[in-house]
């Protein structure tokens, strides 16, 4: 018998998907788990529903029926492929897995991704997380002050979750794998690739540094995967810090004002009236930080409450 966890790898993992079907995406899974709510029947039970138990049962339409039972003819070669991954040392974590982290089911709802790849020590997830973002071209006082700021939200409990990208997510991640407060890393590859860098393979084998991708893990950059991982950053923080950031263009702006539309979580920026960008952050309504900032998150309100989402 199939668990609800195998069911959401068969029908949403792009593993072995170019034999078949387009595997679902995050929200095409979250409006089936609904339908299968409403007709109380359990994901596990999928795999084994034939064309027409879809269209009866569910009241699918053919075309759809057809598509979710091309999914399931591959679940040999995908299930064998997850071994592989497994052996190497990849986790592969479902919206069904208590270990699923739970920050990124609250704050994306059904736009959570059902299916996440990890290599590291997934136990980092039970923990709570600052967010550190900025601009790929920082300078000195800008890697001071990520560095400073690190250490005091680790003071407060918290790791760090970043992006990997040079400049201010490498000045974060790093300061976080030296004092070992536990950092999560949402490339924007895949995070077999990101083990080429000898300082990411040994945080990882340390136990220090988790990485975590919706994209497969073999996978190069992508700048669609950019994208989803800066919502991904934000919705697994307690608090997102910006650090530097372009006006107007660029991730770390296309992340942060996402977040202050959608409200991920609470959003604090450096207050440097040098940088355009961090200014006009601010006065959106991020929360200005200086050098007198204590790292203690909580003295400031989420802004938004729980996203709905389905219990798979």
């Known amino acids: 018998m199939h668990s609800n966890s195998d069911a959401i790898k068969i029908y949403c993992s792009r593993l072995c998907s170019e034999e078949t079907a387009t595997p679902l995406e995050a929200r095409e899974w979250g409006d089936l788990c609904s339908l299968l709510i409403d007709k109380g029947v359990q ?84 923990g709570k997380f600052a967010g550190f973002t900025g601009s790929r071209k920082a300078e000195e ?40 407060c536990g950092v999560l890393e949402f490339p924007s590859e895949g995070i077999m690739r990101r083990l080429r860098s000898e300082k990411v393979f040994r945080a990882v084998q340390e136990g220090a540094l988790l990485l975590l991708s919706a994209a497969l893990p073999y996978v190069p950059f992508s700048s669609a995967y950019a994208i989803m991982r800066n919502r991904y950053i934000y919705a697994q923080s307690s608090g997102t810090i910006v650090i530097r950031s372009d006006f107007g263009k660029g991730g770390t702006w296309a992340g942060a004002a996402d977040n202050l539309k959608y409200g991920f979580c609470a959003e604090f920026c450096r207050n440097a009236a040098e940088y355009a960008g961090n200014t006009a952050l601010i006065k959106r309504g991020a929360i200005p930080i200086d050098e007198n900032f204590k790292g203690n998150l909580e003295d400031y309100s989420a802004p938004s409450a729980d996203k709905q989402i389905s219990m798979f």
């Open 141 to 180: 006082k800008d890697e001071i002050f990520t560095r400073s700021t690190v250490r005091k939200t680790a003071e407060n409990g918290y790791g760090v979750v970043s992006g990997g990208a040079r400049g201010v997510d490498a000045f974060a991640e790093d300061e976080g794998i030296k004092i070992g």
């Open 43 to 126: 994901p596990y039970e999928l795999p084994d529903f034939s064309q027409k138990d879809f269209e009866e049962v569910l009241g699918l339409s053919g075309l759809y029926a057809k598509r979710l039972n091309m999914l399931a003819e591959r679940k040999q070669n995908l299930f064998a492929e997850i071994e592989n991954l497994e052996n190497s040392g990849v986790t592969v974590l479902t919206r069904a897995d208590k270990e699923f982290p739970e920050n990124l089911k609250k704050a994306l709802g059904n736009a959570c991704p059902p299916v996440l790849y990890c290599i590291g020590d997934i136990c980092l997830l039970k």
